[in-house]
């Protein structure tokens, strides 16, 4: 049995803008545009619950009240298809227990670091989850969801994780990159530094930050004091990276797939793989996907 305090809260940064996706985003939070027909921000709190977490925290801003609303109950909707003995069940994963599902308000954009800070009073001194909804992470069939393999992890090794990929290491330059330590696993490595975007012949390796976290509520205080970096922004990296070395800190290598959700092009690859895995539907897109090639 862990001896480590349960992860059973989770933090989603939901505040942002969404410029890239406008006009689509004008009046929609980009959170709620579907992959085929779930919306982005189902699977990454779908993601949340496998893993056992029961405290759902929404960081938004101006215009994002849909997002909670998503996650309420629709009584004319579901009264009116329950009166025509329509199924509803296609809506169970959008339930919440009342208290479960919390928000806070990013009144000013400044950045992830700031974002996760504003959650620190329903955070409290237990240690959380952060999930960034536009790294959409889909499990190997059968397998189980990013999450869940870093609660696992922390179970065993407690601390601070991340999840992280490999990538060629002509993209490392793209992203955050982890300095790796002593390997304990295939999939679990001991983190010694974190390097943003580096220059390909200066990265410490190809294993990059991928949206997933467990921090200790240590990196409150962290945040509290800390300066502005890149972008002229509060970067949760730079908190995180200050953490290393005072307490332990795990990279946890994902077994499955990510799509960057955050970009147009990335968006519509998760689209196309997701549906050309659905029984229901996968055949016809297939044959769509291979019409439309064949032009």
């Keep these: 049995m862990s001896h480590h305090k349960p992860i059973k809260k989770a933090v989603f940064p939901v505040a942002g803008l969404g410029t890239r996706f406008l006009p689509a985003t004008k009046a929609i939070p980009k959170e709620l545009l579907p992959i085929v027909d779930r919306p982005l921000i189902q699977y990454a709190v779908d993601e949340a619950r496998e893993a056992g977490i029961e405290q759902i925290i929404f960081v938004t801003g101006r215009g994002k009240t849909a997002i909670v609303e998503h996650f309420d109950v629709a009584f004319e909707l579901e009264t009116t298809m329950e009166e025509r003995g329509k199924d509803m069940s296609v809506l169970d994963p959008t339930r919440a ?13 400044m950045g992830l670091g700031h974002a996760i800070w504003c959650a620190r009073a329903i955070v409290g001194d237990d240690p959380f989850a952060i999930l960034l909804p536009d790294e959409l992470m889909i499990a190997n069939k059968g397998g189980t969801g990013c999450m869940k393999q870093m609660v696992e992890a922390y179970n065993e090794v407690g601390g601070n994780l991340i999840s992280v990929l490999e990538v060629p290491e002509e993209e490392v330059s793209s992203y955050g990159v982890i300095a790796p330590g002593e390997t304990l696993s295939e999939t679990l490595t001991e983190v010694t530094g974190l390097v943003e975007k580096p220059p390909v012949e200066e990265a410490p390796s190809n294993k990059i930050i991928s949206g997933r976290y467990i921090l200790q509520p240590e990196v409150m205080r962290t945040l509290e004091t800390q300066g502005k970096g890149a972008g002229g922004e509060i970067q949760l990296t730079d908190a995180m990276a200050k953490m290393i070395g005072n307490q332990a800190f795990h ?41 439309l090639l064949a032009r």
């Design 251 to 291: 990279a946890v290598t994902f077994e499955g797939n990510r799509y960057d959700c955050g970009s147009k092009t990335g968006f519509v690859e998760a689209t196309l793989a997701l549906a050309l895995e659905r029984e229901d539907m996968g055949s016809e897109v297939r044959a769509i996907a291979e019409r």
């Design 97 to 109: 227990t009342p208290g479960d599902i919390i928000t806070v308000r990013q009144q000013v954009p």
